[in-house]
């Protein structure tokens, strides 16, 4: 079951974009940008480096021949500025040149005069400028205002969370070369092929039949690359398409830093209503997005955030508000979890200080209020096959709560400097993209005649084991060696109109896609087989293990028998097959619908110990029950799973973005912007899949893991703010994400408190 890939991975044998042999003439392009982060150009000044060594062509938005325009959702964003910028970190000019360090050499002598202008870099004071990026959004069930008055507790408060690097390890790039009448061909490192496609189609005027986009792998993605892979990809083919020379460009870690887009930051204000036993009754929240200086995937972003503002609770009574706030930031974009991360995390922050109202234990409030088959979620749907009551009691069963609370507060009664924390944290996250013209894919399934076999799909392989999965599914349907099964690169010219591989359904979407490509050669294989066989019942004809069987007989037909008589006899041994998520739908007018096929829930339960001297912290222990249906591949899933729960504890704790008052990223280097590493990983991990979870909207009963599991993180915090009130039970705070040691040391010492301001 280990991924096919890792060997490669190990050898160094894995190709990425940086490493694909270029033909000789291939020119590198270096792209400079703006260090303001907002101001009017006033002069661009090519001449110095245009006479630099080995400079070819330097280009700026004058030179596009088409729409200088990439925006994906909202068209509000140059790919090369014009007469303003809008971002610290926005591309002004592209240096093509002989070689890359050539390149980026010229680079530092172009010389732009700007203009400054005022910076908002906070998403409230743009709200207040009335600086918002598409119109607000509202979700409404129940009735609040009438609910206010029956409530026994009601508290209210801010909760913040920050931004997250995607630290994708091979960073952006792409490579494009120039082909005959005026087509191209683009190596992208992307999410999503047909994106990078339509968005060169649009900026170079040429139809989408010129292009070719060809992607074998990346080196991680997270979200970072579904639509912030395309700006490079297009100035490569701009540049390929105008010197009729193959180009190349691959970003450095800090200009990737600095120039893409990172998880929306989020500033929000709550307001819980809760009955004394404990039912919430009533929640209203507003939710300002800091969007970046463009709307890239801000809308989609803050959409999932609306939708997963409750979590895994019902709530009769709900409004949310969003807005998508305007700032001199680069654009934010996607990251694992899409807007659901900060929607859970104001959810969880009410419960944690509501529970400090009623004096009982925030897991109390949790569990009371979790979701049921046939409740409501604010958007409409109605919750099925609901597992959130079976994830927190199976992980009752293995763990008890009483116990883990019995032995943090023994240690914290005989520890003066530690202090120990838990909190439990359940998850519900929506399957299926919220826009549903998205939720679309295909596959392309060839057996050559040797019986080998080669699936293509719209699923981009980046490291989560998505190709391992359709893998799988092709292996259980034909019943044939392992070896004989290859994933070919994602391609738009075999597999076309692609949504980009996101939001946990790439599986899903693409391997219900390769399930029915592959059972309907495997029924025109079986058909034939039966003439053959003088079987007039095809349904006794079977294939396992490479052999034919004919009622439950071996034959003397093989698998490589079978195919070459097939095409002996001139049958097709292609498929191509489509598949579109059934019986989802969302209206946008009455903010009401089915927007998921599915919902992926579980239970986390994380412990930490906080040095109080230092307010440096530890992972103690990790448990979980996951709902992940039945897995496909356990091994993958189980890894997904750990990943995603690391880099969500990273988000919560110790990385943290820093931009200055000017829109200057601060954190723009790994000295400077931290993330977990296998020290800092929980001591103990315990993930359990949930037994009996059956869901028909996936391949084999199996369901998304994708990003759900991030959300576990958010438990880290709050053990951490219990630790903090271990040692100092009077403690005033906001909610404010991440609790790095800086942040927990000025909340255990307030006479600290400069360290930071906001607190
Ligand atoms: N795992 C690895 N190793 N690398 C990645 O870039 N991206 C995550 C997740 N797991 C990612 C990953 C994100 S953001 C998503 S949406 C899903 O993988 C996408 O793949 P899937 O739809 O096949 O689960
Ligand atoms: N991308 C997107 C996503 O375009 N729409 C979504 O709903 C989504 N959800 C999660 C991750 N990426
Ligand atoms: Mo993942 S944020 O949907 O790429």
Redesign the pocket.
């Known amino acids: 079951m280990k991924n096919f890939d890792s060997e490669k991975h190990v050898r160094g044998e894995s190709q990425f974009v940086d490493d694909l042999l270029v033909p000789e003439g291939t020119l590198y392009a270096h792209v400079y940008y703006s260090r303001v982060a907002h101001g009017k150009i006033l002069s661009i000044n090519l001449s110095a480096a245009e006479t630099m060594t080995g400079v070819t062509a330097i280009f700026t938005s004058k030179d596009i021949p088409g729409a200088n325009q990439i925006g994906g959702i909202v068209p509000d964003e140059p790919l090369l500025a014009e007469q303003y910028v809008h971002f610290n970190g926005q591309p002004i000019a592209v240096v093509v040149a002989d070689s890359a360090f050539h390149a980026r050499s010229a680079t530092e002598k172009i010389v732009v005069e700007i203009e400054k202008l005022p910076v908002i870099t906070d998403p409230r004071e743009a709200f207040s400028k009335n600086e918002l990026l598409v119109p607000p959004m509202t979700i409404e069930l129940g009735d609040i205002n009438a609910t206010w008055s029956k409530c026994d507790i009601v508290v209210e408060g801010i909760a913040e969370t920050g931004g997250q690097e995607h630290l994708y390890l091979e960073t952006q790039g792409a490579f494009a070369v120039p082909v005959e009448g005026g087509a191209v061909k683009v190596v992208s490192s992307t999410q999503g092929p047909t994106a990078v496609q339509r968005t060169i189609s649009k900026v170079l005027n040429i139809p989408m039949n010129k292009i070719e986009v060809d992607v074998l792998r990346l080196g991680g993605g997270f979200?970072g690359k579904?639509d912030q892979a395309t700006p490079w990809a297009v100035m490569c083919a701009l540049a390929a398409t105008k010197l009729r020379r193959p180009v190349k460009m691959i970003l450095h870690r800090q200009d990737d830093m600095r120039m893409t887009g990172k998880r929306h930051p989020y500033s929000s204000d709550f307001k819980i209503g809760l009955k004394s036993d404990g039912t919430i009754l009533a929640y209203e929240v507003t939710f300002y997005q800091n969007g970046g200086a463009a709307a890239d995937?801000s809308p989609?972003v803050l959409q999932?955030t609306m939708f997963h503002c409750t979590n895994s609770y019902f709530i009769p009574n709900v409004k949310a508000i969003g807005y998508s706030c305007r700032t001199n930031l680069p654009p934010n974009t996607?990251f694992r979890?899409?807007g659901g991360p900060q929607g859970k995390f104001v959810i969880e922050a009410a419960i944690f200080k509501a529970a400090e109202a009623m004096n009982v234990e925030p897991s109390f409030i949790q569990k009371k209020n979790l979701l049921k088959n046939g409740d409501e979620f604010p958007y409409g749907q109605i919750a099925e096959r609901c597992q959130a009551i079976p994830c927190w009691n199976s992980l009752e069963q293995k763990i008890s709560i009483g116990n883990v609370k019995k032995k943090v507060d023994d240690f914290n009664s005989a520890n003066e400097w530690k202090k120990k924390g838990f909190a439990l944290m359940p998850i519900c996250f929506g399957i299926?993209?919220?826009?549903t013209m998205?939720n679309q894919a295909s596959a392309l399934v060839h057996i050559y005649t040797d019986g080998s076999v080669g699936i293509s799909t719209a699923a981009i392989e980046m490291g989560q084991g998505v190709n391992m999965k359709i893998h799988a599914i092709a292996q259980k349907i034909f019943s044939i060696n392992t070896e004989r099964i290859k994933l070919e690169s994602t391609n738009t010219t075999r597999v076309a109109n692609t949504s980009?591989t996101?939001?946990?359904s790439g599986a899903d979407l693409n391997g219900m896609a390769t399930q029915l490509a592959c059972n309907v050669l495997l029924e025109r294989l079986i058909k034939f087989a039966a003439e053959q066989l003088h079987q007039y019942d095809p349904t006794k004809i079977s294939i396992s293990d490479e052999k034919i069987f004919n009622d439950g007989k071996e034959t003397e037909w093989t698998w490589t028998k079978l195919i070459s008589a097939a095409n002996a006899a001139r049958i097709s041994l292609t498929s191509h097959h489509f598949y579109s998520t059934p019986k989802i739908y969302f209206n946008r007018e009455s903010s009401k619908g089915h927007p998921f096929a599915y919902h992926v829930f579980g239970t986390a339960l994380i412990e930490v110990t906080l040095d109080c001297l230092r307010g440096t912290y530890e992972i103690d222990a990790v448990n979980i029950v996951h709902d992940v249906g039945k897995s496909l591949q356990p091994a993958i899933d189980l890894s997904q799973a750990e990943g995603a729960i690391m880099q969500g504890i990273g988000w919560m704790t110790v990385e943290e973005i820093i931009y200055n008052n000017e829109g200057r990223l601060i954190t723009d280097a790994l000295s400077t912007y931290k993330v977990p590493d296998v020290h800092f990983a929980p001591k103990e991990m315990n993930i359990s899949f949930l037994e009996n979870s059956e869901n028909p909207f996936a391949p084999f009963n199996s369901k998304a893991i994708g990003?759900p599991p991030f959300m576990y993180g958010i438990g880290a915090y709050f053990a951490l703010l219990n630790a903090i009130k271990a040692f100092r039970p009077n403690t005033t705070y906001s909610a404010i994400a991440p609790m790095t040691p800086e942040r927990a040391l000025s909340l255990l010492y307030k006479e600290v408190g400069t360290l930071a301001p906001a607190l």
């Open positions: 979200g579904e995937l989609a999932r996607a979890g899409f299926s993209f919220t826009n998205m980009p996101a939001a946990s990003e």
